[in-house]
Structure formats: C-alpha cells, structure tokens
Nanobody, 125 residues
C-alpha cells in the first residue's frame, strides 16, 4: 500500500516560516487526493489543507487560509505545506494523508486511507 513520510518540522519563532514535505511511495502518487492534518495534545485531529490528484482545487481550513499553501509535485511523489506567519496555535504534530476519494467529496471523519507518522512543529513565543 501507499507509504507516506513527513519531514520538515521543527522549532520556529512566532511569525516565522516552515515548509513541510511528504514523500510518497508504493502506489501511483498522481492518482491520489492528499491533505495535511494536525493534532495537539488533548485535541482532536483537525484538517489543515487538501489538494486533488491534479494539484488543482486546493482547500484550506479557516486557520490556514492566507498563511499556508499546499502543493504537490507528482513527478517527484511529493506533497508540501508551506507555512508562513506561524503562531503558537499552529504548534502540533502535522500528518500527511492520502485517499483515492477527493476530500471535498468525503466526510472529514472518514477521509484518509493512508497516513504518515507525523512531524512535530513547535512555534515558540
């Protein structure tokens, strides 16, 4: 099955930037819709951004819109999340996910057939 590995997390000061990467393998990367989710201790996993198989129709959570940009490079089997103007509220483990079904056509609760192990993003004040 599809394997996903996130990288690029780290410690950054408030207002700074990070770019997260997700490397895919094991299946046809360009046939999958993909997305980023995050989870903080004591909180439920929340949606951050999604992108369809072609790289079109990016969709963002309200907390990410205007600050984060999701993109993909199907030739390299890579998914990215460029994050700017980071805030303390952005501190979380960020997960890469994929599914054959478009995120926009699924419920948030059941989308995501494949998941990475996550990468920690910590924003310090």
């Amino acid at each position: 099955q599809v394997q996903l590995v996130e990288s690029g997390g780290g410690l950054v000061q408030t207002g700074g930037s990070l770019r997260l990467s997700c490397a895919g393998s094991g299946a046809s990367f360009d046939s999958l819709s993909m997305g980023w989710f995050r989870q903080s201790p004591g909180k439920e996993r929340e949606f951050v951004a999604s992108i369809d198989w072609s790289g079109d129709a990016p969709y963002y959570a309200a907390s990410a819109k205007g600050r984060f940009t999701i993109s993909r490079d199907n030739d390299k089997n890579m998914l990215y999340l460029q994050m700017h103007t980071l805030e303390s509220e952005d501190t979380a483990v960020y997960y890469c996910a994929a599914d054959s079904l478009s995120f926009l056509l699924a419920t948030q609760a059941n989308w995501g057939a494949y998941w990475g192990q996550g990468t920690q993003v910590t924003v310090s004040s």
